[in-house]
């Protein structure tokens, strides 16, 4: 397995990865519980570049030739910026009224999403992820990283916590209210 930084021709692949880690999400977003639409519309903005979402922000795992888990990652301090396009895109297409919560910060980078393809989970993949994105961000450039979990995933709080994450208090993002975890350096 092998751990590269994405590329625009990436995105049909990365696009129903990352989904399977905020398809609730897209679906306020996007007032509709339409995965086909939620699919393009993150496969829309992981295509381009300046947003959230772009490929520009993500790193894949690969096997084989094939994408089997994706990360998207920015600096908290640009979560304004990055969003901008997303934010216009949604009043003008679904919700008029979307105005949704900043779930990062200035001093983190944020660890927005994280997905490993359905026929390779339970292989270690996502910790890989993980370990990958802490060796790179924490321990060579002494940066913070952060992630918001669900309480109703504990395992995913587990996964977090044993590889040094600590709680740092709460965010909401879509009226869910969700814990705030980081890492940071030593």
Same mark, same amino acid.
């Given at each position: 397995?092998?751990? =590269?930084?994405?590329k625009? #021709?990436?995105?049909?692949?990365?696009?129903?990865?990352?989904?399977?880690?905020?398809?609730?999400?897209?679906?306020?977003?996007?007032?509709?519980?339409?995965? !086909?639409?939620?699919?393009?519309?993150?496969?829309?903005?992981?295509g381009?570049?300046?947003?959230?979402?772009?490929?520009?922000?993500?790193?894949?795992?690969?096997?084989d030739?094939?994408?089997?888990? !994706?990360?998207?990652?920015?600096?908290?301090?640009?979560?304004?910026?990055?969003?901008?396009?997303?934010?216009?895109?949604? =009043?003008?297409?679904?919700?008029?009224?979307?105005?949704?919560?900043?779930? #990062?910060?200035?001093?983190? @980078?944020?660890?927005d999403?994280?997905?490993?393809?359905p026929?390779?989970?339970?292989?270690?993949?996502? #910790?890989?992820?993980? =370990?990958?994105?802490?060796?790179?961000?924490?321990?060579?450039?002494?940066?913070?990283?952060?992630?918001?979990?669900?309480?109703g995933?504990?395992?995913?709080?587990?996964?977090?916590?044993?590889?040094? @994450?600590?709680s740092?208090?709460?965010?909401?993002?879509?009226?869910?209210?969700?814990?705030?975890?980081?890492?940071?350096?030593?």
């Open positions: 397995m092998n751990i =590269r930084k994405a625009i #021709s990436d995105s049909e692949q990365i696009a129903p990865i990352l989904l399977l880690a905020m398809e609730d999400i897209i679906y306020k977003f996007l007032k509709k519980e339409d995965y !086909a639409s939620a699919k393009h519309f993150l496969q829309y903005f992981i381009k570049e300046n947003n959230q979402y772009s490929y520009q922000n993500c790193f894949v795992a690969e096997a030739n094939e994408i089997i888990g !994706a990360v998207n990652i920015y600096n908290g301090a640009d979560l304004e910026v990055l969003r901008t396009p997303i934010i216009e895109y949604v =009043r003008t297409h679904f919700n008029p009224e979307f105005d949704p919560e900043l779930e #990062s910060e200035a001093g983190e @980078f944020y660890i999403s994280l997905g490993v393809n026929k390779h989970q339970g292989k270690g993949i996502g #910790s890989k992820l993980l =370990r990958f994105l802490i060796e790179e961000f924490v321990a060579k450039n002494n940066q913070t990283l952060g992630l918001l979990v669900e309480e995933n504990p395992n995913a709080k587990k996964l977090y916590l044993n590889l040094g @994450f600590q740092f208090g709460e965010k909401t993002l879509v009226g869910k209210t969700l814990e705030h975890l980081q890492i940071r350096p030593k």
